[in-house]
Structure formats: C-alpha cells, structure tokens
C-alpha cells in the first residue's frame, strides 16, 4: 500500500491550499494529516473516520477542514487563512481495517509566507 500526497506549495499568509492524498490499495477505517515543522515533533493535524468523524488539532480549528472519500481511498485537507506557523511538511496518513497497520505518504511540504 502506498499513499501518495499532493497539493504542498508556497502560499502567502492568509492564502488558502488544499491537499490531496490517494492510496493505492486497501480498505481503511481512518485517514488524517500530520505535519512536522523544523525542530519540532510530528503532530497531528486532522483525522476523518470511515463513519465521517472529525477531529482537529486546536491550532487549526476553523481554518482547516478533512474529508474523505473512503470509496475512492483519498483523504483532502482544505487549508484556509494559512499563518507562517503552518509552515511545515504535511504527511498523509492512514488505519487499515482487520490488520489496524498505519501507512504514510511521503509527505508534501507547504510553505507560508509573510
């Protein structure tokens, strides 16, 4: 199984972007987003659950928004009114169904500027 991520880039403070994720097989009960910045820790950015549950990260609650489309594989990350602090590589990640084994994509990176 492979996750393949897209969407990454340079945007100004306050632009928007929007991340993709597919993956290439596989049936799975949660797909999210986690980002790492330079010298900090991997966190969480958002999940959606295969029943269509949310949950965010405090920093980006209302401003971002995740959906799946568990069908398709694919998990979407809608980033709005981005801030110099979202700076980071987003990775995409996802919770096979029976076996519960976690995959991650390779990662994109998103850029904001002031």
């Known amino acids: 199984v492979q996750l393949q991520a897209s969407g990454g880039g340079l945007v100004q403070a306050g632009g928007s972007l929007r991340l993709s994720c597919a993956a290439s097989?596989?049936?799975?009960?949660?797909m999210g987003w986690y980002r790492q910045a330079p010298g900090k820790q991997r966190e969480m950015v958002a999940t959606?659950?295969?029943?269509?549950?949310?949950n965010y990260a405090d920093s980006v609650k209302g401003r971002f928004s995740i959906s799946g489309d568990f069908d398709k594989k694919t998990v979407y990350l809608q980033m709005n009114s981005l801030n110099i602090e979202d700076t980071a590589v987003y990775y995409c990640?996802?919770?096979?169904?029976?076996?519960?084994?976690?995959?991650w994509g390779q990662g994109t990176l998103v850029t904001v500027s002031s």
């Open positions: 959606v659950s295969s029943g269509g549950d949310t």
């Open positions: 990640n996802a919770l096979r169904t029976i076996t519960w084994r976690e995959y």
């Open positions: 097989a596989g049936i799975f009960s949660m």
